[in-house]
């Protein structure tokens, strides 16, 4: 049954998930989809690894660590410390709790569920309510062109730290994958609220998303406003490579970067500070306000000012 007035978010990991946890507690569950990059996901250790799909899960179970900003709070290191010691792969940490996910996540995509299906029942199980989606059930994998050669994402962004010198994104699969069919039903879809671009990384947690076939025209074709926020603030990215990558990408850092990036596909877009030109003829309508999220004050009001500036 489709529900009237729904909100559908899309989102990468950590900065995604701070505002879909505004969102979530604004607005009732049945109110609001979640649609998460899974260009980030890979196979290690013979595991399947979701780390966008976990950010937002940890986030919204309240099972997130809020000082590390990634992973599961409360967490133990002692499966890396005895993997370590028989010399095995230590590049990319697993939390002990972290662990079970994707043991269960890998248990149930060998059992034949799909990750739509694998995810739904981890969310579930960690009484999360609203619906939270992968973009696509097919592989989509981010590779990066680098000053180093071509990486695979995680070997850019965790084992190399993103140091090397970024020259160019792909997304393979993306051409062949089908997208959640929330996204391709947007488009003509008037029961939305609103579809919100959460302050992901454009680049590295949208573009893989927006690179499935018909999801760009269908956002560009969406009835229901399209608000997106921006990640940068105070001049800068919050955390991560967001500011690093544009400039190596030949783009300022700036909102009006943000803004020419969505260019078509977004009504509004929220930034904290004002900027010479960003009020762009045929752009998107700019709304200041606060985009800092520390604490789940911040989260909740950044929320509400999103749902007002779609009304
Ligand atoms: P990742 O996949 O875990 O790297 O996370 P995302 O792509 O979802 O988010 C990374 C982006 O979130 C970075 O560009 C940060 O600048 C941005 N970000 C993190 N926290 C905040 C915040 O509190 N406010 C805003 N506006 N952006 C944030």
Redesign the pocket.
């Known amino acids: 049954m489709r529900r009237t007035g729904r909100v559908l978010a899309i989102?990468?990991?950590?900065?995604?998930?701070?505002l879909a946890l505004g969102l979530a507690r604004v607005l009732p569950p049945e109110a609001l989809d979640i649609v998460v990059?899974t260009g980030?996901d890979f196979r290690h250790l013979g595991l399947a690894i979701s780390?966008?799909l976990d950010?937002v899960l940890y986030a919204l179970a309240g099972l997130a660590d809020g000082e590390r900003g990634?992973g599961r709070a409360g967490e133990t290191w002692q499966f890396m410390a005895a993997l370590r010691a028989l010399g095995g792969e230590d590049w990319f940490a697993l939390g002990d709790l972290d662990l079970a996910t994707h043991v269960e996540r890998t248990r149930r995509l060998a059992a034949g569920e799909t990750l739509t299906q694998a995810t739904a029942a981890l969310a579930q199980a960690l009484g999360v309510q609203v619906r939270l989606l992968p973009m696509s059930d097919d592989p989509v994998a981010t590779v990066v062109d680098t000053d180093e050669g071509r990486l695979a994402f995680q070997h850019y962004f965790v084992r190399r730290r993103c140091e090397p010198r970024l020259t160019g994104l792909h997304f393979e699969g993306a051409q062949h994958a089908r997208p959640a069919p929330e996204l391709l039903a947007l488009g003509q879809d008037a029961s939305l609220r609103a579809v919100v671009l959460?302050?992901?990384?454009p680049w590295?947690?949208v573009d893989p998303l927006l690179a499935l076939p018909g999801v760009r025209a269908a956002l560009a074709a969406c009835p229901a406003p399209v608000v997106a926020?921006?990640?940068?603030?105070a001049g800068k990215?919050?955390?991560?490579p967001?500011a690093k990558l544009m400039a190596e990408l030949g783009l300022q850092v700036s909102h009006r970067s943000i803004a020419q990036h969505y260019a078509g596909l977004v009504d509004v877009l929220l930034v904290?500070a004002d900027e010479p030109g960003l009020a762009m003829p045929g752009g998107p309508r700019i709304v200041v306000v606060p985009?800092?999220?520390?604490t789940l004050d911040?989260r909740e009001r950044l929320a509400q000012a999103v749902l007002e500036a779609a009304s």
């Open positions: 989102s990468g990991g950590v900065g995604g998930a701070k990059n980030d780390p966008d950010s990634w959460c302050p992901s990384n590295l947690s926020v921006s990640p940068l603030v990215a919050v955390k991560g967001t904290d985009t800092l999220m520390n911040d």
